[in-house]
């Protein structure tokens, strides 16, 4: 039996990236001949009910390769670029303007990967849709460039375009995996290490089975010690110790994405977009997220000095936080006047069906206009809590999510009679996560809600917990969840009916959606 838990986003993890645009749509009829001419060189995409498939479609051989991720990208550049001298590579033109193209050598690289050879092995890709040249850094951002110059492709033309024969060739080989080696670098490390006893047999243990959740490169795939698996499972159900913050790295810094309400962190003053350059007497920048969480949580009661960098200012200074046990009420509410009721939900808890049914007749009521869910700042949480939660305002039959598993889809619909029948507003920001954004989609698409706020995370995978006897834990991504239209939303997000921004000194988002139900 499958046991799906969650869908979740840690307070202490959040990460986004602007999704790709499709630059065009080829028209003309199928025919093999042309096809084959008309997408030599390009990226083409292929669209289907369970997402994009990307290939790239070799110039010069006129067969195609599979574009999964970075890695792949990787591999054709390795596989197929040509090298290029400086001198060339600097007649290639880089806008409409560039006044030293070379116009004759543009048109003949162009559709081509290129490999700078005399400075670091810089790669390049001419794109043919415009004809400018495109650094390609590495293969991950290579990945996300190259998604944005891709071209429609049906199904039929792609038949048209064979796959490569030696798509794999750069590929490792399977081979017999020598374990002597892992237990020689342990025997190692113990013995021949300059400072012996500080080597920790369950240390190195655990260590290397963290390093094999790494590998798969997969934010949400992770391996828990004991500690860190009580910590993720206090987050999820609101409980933790810390100061309260929700925290991401991006460009080897960490910054603050927003400060928990009646909070440690709320109280210091501490504002998203700050930047936490160190910790006590450790300087964090190149941290990995989970490292330099770990600095700063720990027990109520004790206090963390954190230097801090505002951006907005410019401004550098050190602030003692006084840790605190947070605990976040799963569901809160209010009525706001005008017959509106408000519901903050702070976190998809297992308990929060229950809670919301035990509060609601409190604020829904015969005079009731309309109800407000403020799901912003929310990292998810079950994803049985969320479709329990939307069988509130969906009739039965009417589809709330489905689950792209590797072999086949799952489709989960609405159980219950409705019960929320008035109009809704969701309110959303780029900390709505998971299940936070199922919820969402499944009230929007299904026309019983509309969103205000801005573009939400796209945390669109879903995970699952091994356990161990001595409590420690795998937890690894097991499928794709797709919006009941069949949209994927991983890196994508979803986008509010009503984009608004909000200031430092006033919620705009939630006056628009009071003014909405009015």
């Known amino acids: 039996m499958r046991k799906i838990l969650f869908a979740f986003v840690a307070l202490v993890a959040v990460f986004v990236y602007a999704q790709d645009a499709k630059a065009v749509t080829i028209v003309e009829g199928p025919n093999a001949e042309k096809t084959l001419e008309r997408y030599a060189g390009s990226i083409v995409v292929q669209t289907t009910e369970f997402g994009h498939y990307y290939w790239y479609v070799d110039k010069n051989t006129q067969t195609r390769y599979y574009l999964e991720d970075g890695q792949d990208v990787s591999r054709v550049m390795r596989l197929l670029a040509e090298g290029i001298s400086n001198y060339n590579l600097d007649k290639i033109a880089t806008s409409a303007n560039d006044k030293n193209a070379d116009y004759n050598l543009t048109h003949k690289m162009r559709g081509k990967f290129l490999l700078q050879v005399e400075k670091n092995g810089e790669a390049w890709y001419v794109n043919p849709l415009d004809n400018y040249i495109y650094s390609i850094p590495t293969g991950k951002e290579g990945f996300k460039i190259l998604k944005t110059m891709a071209i429609d492709i049906d199904d039929v033309r792609l038949n048209f375009i064979p796959i490569a024969e030696n798509t794999d060739i750069d590929r490792p080989q399977k081979e017999a995996i020598d374990f002597d080696r892992y237990w020689t670098i342990w025997n190692t490390l113990k013995t021949d290490y300059y400072k012996p006893d500080q080597v920790e047999d369950l240390d190195l243990f655990y260590g290397s089975l963290q ?24 987050n999820i159900e609101g409980s933790l110790e810390g100061i ?95 017959n509106i009721a408000y519901f903050k939900i702070n976190t998809f808890a297992l308990d929060l069906p229950t809670k919301f049914s035990e509060i609601k007749n409190d604020y829904i009521n015969n005079n009731t206009k309309g109800v407000i869910i403020d799901l912003r700042n929310n990292p998810g949480g079950y994803t ?46 780029n900390g709505t996560a998971s299940a936070a954004e199922i919820f969402t989609s499944a009230l929007s698409e299904n026309f019983r809600a509309e969103s205000v706020g801005i573009n939400t995370i796209g945390k669109g995978t879903g995970q699952t917990v091994h356990n161990f006897p001595d409590g420690s834990a795998l937890k690894f991504t097991v499928f794709e969840w797709l919006t009941p239209d069949g949209h994927s939303i991983q890196d994508n997000g979803l986008t509010p009916d009503y984009i608004i921004e909000n200031t430092l000194t006033e919620d705009l988002q939630l006056e628009k959606a009071k003014n909405l139900l009015k």
Request: proline fraction near 7%; hydrophobic fraction near 40%; charged fraction near 25%.
């Open 211 to 234: 390093g094999m959740a790494d590998a798969i490169d997969d934010p949400y795939t992770t391996f828990f010690t004991p500690r860190k698996k009580t910590d993720f499972f206090n």
């Open 384 to 429: 049985s809590a969320a479709i329990q939660l939307a069988d509130y305002w969906l009739e039965p039959g009417e589809l709330i999510w489905r689950e792209k598993w590797p072999d086949q889809t799952y489709q989960y619909t609405a159980s219950s009679a409705e019960d929320v029948s008035l109009p809704t507003i969701v309110l959303v920001n």
């Open 244 to 338: 309260g913050a929700m925290v991401d790295v991006k460009d080897n810094r960490l910054f603050i994405i927003a400060p928990l309400d009646d909070t440690p962190a709320k109280a210091a003053g501490l504002m998203p977009e700050d930047q936490v350059i160190q910790v006590d007497d450790t300087n964090i920048e190149g941290f990995s997220l989970d490292d330099a969480v770990n600095l700063i949580k720990g027990p109520a009661g004790t206090d963390v000095l954190l230097k801090i960098y505002r951006p907005t200012t410019q401004e550098i200074f050190d602030v003692i936080i006084t840790r605190a046990k947070i605990e976040i009420p799963t569901i809160t509410g209010q009525n706001l006047g005008n």
